[in-house]
Structure formats: C-alpha cells, structure tokens
T-cell receptor, first 117, second 111 residues
Framework: DTGVSQDPRHKITKRGQNVTFRCDPI?????LYWYRQTLGQGPEFLTY????????KSRLLSDRFSAERPKGSFSTLEIQRTEQGDSAMYLC???????????????FGAGSRLTVL | KNEVEQSPQNLTAQEGEFITINCSYS?????LHWLQQHPGGGIVSLFM???GKKKHGRLIATINIQEKHSSLHITASHPRDSAVYIC?????????????FGQGTILTVHP
C-alpha cells in the first residue's frame, strides 16, 4: 500500500471555474477526512466519511463545496464557482477504527494545493 | 469546540539543542496528536497519546490530562528536524479524526 494519494497536487484555476480533487485512502481505512489549510495556519476540518456515508460537514463547507465517497473507497471534493478565498491546501486523511495495531492513527496525503486567480 | 494553542509560533535553534514545543487545549480529550509538516505540505503523524509519555527516536511527547497540556521535545536537534510541528485535539473531545489544529510551530535548526 502506498499510503494516502491525492490528485492533482497543484491546481491553478480562474475564478468562477469548478475544480475537483480526488483522494485515495489506504485500502482498509473506513474513515476518510478532508481538511483545508490556508497559508500560515493549521488545517481546519471540512468533512468526514464512514465508508460511503458522509457523517459530518463543517460550517466552512459552503454550498459551493460537495464531497462524495461513492463506493466507500476513493473520495472527491468538488468546489463550484471558485473564489479567490478558496485558495488553500486541501488535505485528505484516513484511518481505520478497529483492528489490532495502528487503529485510530491518521495517515495524511500530500495535499492538493489550489490557487484561484 | 476545542480551542488549541501552541507556543512558540517560531523557534530557532542550533544543531544539538534540546527543543520543547508546548500545546494546550480547552476541552477534555480522548487523545492528542502531534504532527510534522515539511515544506510542500505533506503531514506525518508523529504521536497520538492519551496519557503519560511516548518516545520515538529523538522525539518525546508528554501529556498532562488534568492540566490539558502537552509538550513535544526533540533531543539533540538536527537541521533535518526543521519543519512545522502541529498539535491537534479532537474537536468535541472524543473523535480521533475530526480535529482542531493548533497554528503550528515553525522550527528551524541551524547547523
């Protein structure tokens, strides 16, 4: 297993365009989390999934943001009508909630950096 | 909501020095995370601890549940330790993934 993968690593887009990020978690991890990190700040929680169910969304996730995890494996985060304030690093992390050794330890992806011009 | 504060925000050290980074949080928790972030964004989980002390190589993390305080120590610091160190606590006290993050401590170790 190669860990948590995120794609693309960098995205530059013009204001008003839609963008989609993908996260492939570690295969046996049932929980998947999205965070956003702006420059000089710590990450902020956006949303998380238990398998394919989206269990919670932060108030930071406006109606322009939507996240899915259709088959309980990879997840996508889509931002519609991007604004300059959406420029940030979007981080994905996953964990498993049971099993011996390593349960509950978060594994992060390298992040997808979004620049909105 | 858990409020997480880290200090210092910036830390400069000479190679070999003992480093301490502090973290305090406002709501009782099940476990606290220490994370390392290198330039370029990748985050690595260093420790998840709920009591006492954990050690991994030159890194030591301690937590005092009653005082809602944790520290990360680096012994014999090295330039490759230069990174941002972030502590994170469960937002509602019990979650292992819905976290509130500190602002991070930027550590620079000079040779």
């Amino acid at each position: 297993d190669t860990g948590v993968s995120q794609d693309p690593r960098h995205k530059i887009t013009k204001r008003g365009q839609n963008v989609t990020f993908r996260c492939d978690p570690i295969s046996e991890h049932n929980r998947l989390y999205w965070y956003r990190q702006t420059l000089g700040q710590g990450p902020e929680f956006l949303t998380y999934f238990q398998n394919e169910a989206q269990l919670e969304k932060s108030r930071l996730l406006s109606d322009r943001f939507s996240a899915e995890r259709p088959k309980g494996s990879f997840s996508t985060l889509e931002i519609q009508r991007t604004e300059q304030g959406d420029s940030a690093m979007y981080l994905c992390a996953s964990r498993r909630t049971s099993g011996r050794g390593g349960a509950n330890v978060l594994t992060f992806g390298a992040g997808s950096r979004l620049t909105v011009l | 909501k858990n409020e997480v504060e880290q200090s210092p925000q910036n830390l400069t050290a000479q190679e070999g020095e003992f480093i301490t980074i502090n973290c305090s949080y406002s709501v009782g928790i099940s476990a606290l995370h220490w994370l390392q972030q290198h330039p370029g964004g990748g985050i690595v989980s260093l420790f998840m601890l709920s009591s006492g002390k954990k050690k991994h190589g030159r890194l030591i993390a301690t937590i005092n549940i009653q005082e809602k305080h944790s520290s990360l120590h680096i012994t014999a610091s090295h330039p490759r330790d230069s990174a941002v160190y972030i502590c994170a606590a469960p937002a509602g006290g019990t979650s292992y993934g819905k976290l509130t993050f500190g602002q991070g401590t930027i550590l620079t170790v000079h040779p």
